[in-house]
């Protein structure tokens, strides 16, 4: 029995998310053929030969496997400039924590569809403003592209959406790891169309809508972007 001297537990403090309906040319941008040469470069991310593997292969936050530069310099300076006009900064950096630690910008990841599912989640602010993702399968399954989600509370209402300050990312602001999937509502659907780049602000709650393929060569392939701005 509680002592009934002593005060009553505190209500569960819900999550510091806020909600701001995602915009098109505000939080994030689409355009279609953004690479004048991607037969070239998709055909040259599925043959690398160095490769790190993810979940569920290994114990790694990230699915299927991954590999470093996926686009050469003058590819990616085409898409920087892209990123520069579209959102008006004047320069795109990558960050680094005090510990030398930095995301995985221009990196290749290879996924098949029974490797992982959507992982709603936002990337940390302490290292980039800005995320976006290439999608390279030539013939890809379009539902699994990128969705944006919001909090959905059990008792089937809608929270936020966006991480704020003083979080850096979700976990601070939820204050746990993980959520099981049905704690968010897929609120927008990017879809995964050959050559298309998806730029969104990193703040915002998102994951790969889902994934597709058994074998190397058809699997969901991405190149994956971090910018400070």
């Not at 070239?40 to 043959?47: D, E, H, I, K, Y």
């Not at 520069?84 to 795109?92: D, Q, S």
């Amino acid at each position: 029995m509680r002592d009934l001297r002593s005060p009553a537990p505190a209500p569960a403090r819900r999550p510091t998310l806020t909600y701001r309906k995602p915009q098109l040319g505000r939080d994030y941008w689409v355009a279609d053929g953004i690479l004048p040469n991607a037969d070239t470069v998709s055909q040259r991310c599925f043959g690398k030969q160095e490769w790190e593997l993810g979940a569920p292969h290994r114990p790694e936050p990230w699915p299927g496997m991954r590999s470093a530069g996926a686009l050469l310099p003058d590819e990616l300076a085409q898409v920087e400039a892209w990123v520069k006009k579209v959102t008006g900064a004047r320069r795109l950096w990558q960050e680094a924590t005090p510990q030398g630690s930095t995301l995985n910008h221009n990196y290749v990841q290879l996924v098949g569809g029974i490797e992982s599912g959507a992982r709603p989640h936002t990337d940390s602010t302490k290292l980039c403003r800005y995320a976006a993702v290439i999608y390279l399968s030539p013939d890809p399954l379009p539902a699994a592209g990128t969705s944006f989600y919001r909090l959905r509370y059990p008792d089937g209402t809608l929270g936020g959406n966006v991480c704020s300050p003083p979080h850096a990312n979700l976990r601070e602001a939820l204050g746990v790891t993980s959520l099981p999937p049905q704690a968010w509502h897929e609120e927008l659907r990017v879809d995964n169309v050959y050559n298309r780049i998806l730029l969104y602000k990193a703040n915002l709650v998102h994951s790969a809508s889902g994934y597709f393929g058994c074998d190397h060569a058809d699997k969901r392939m991405t190149a994956v972007f971090f910018w400070m701005a």
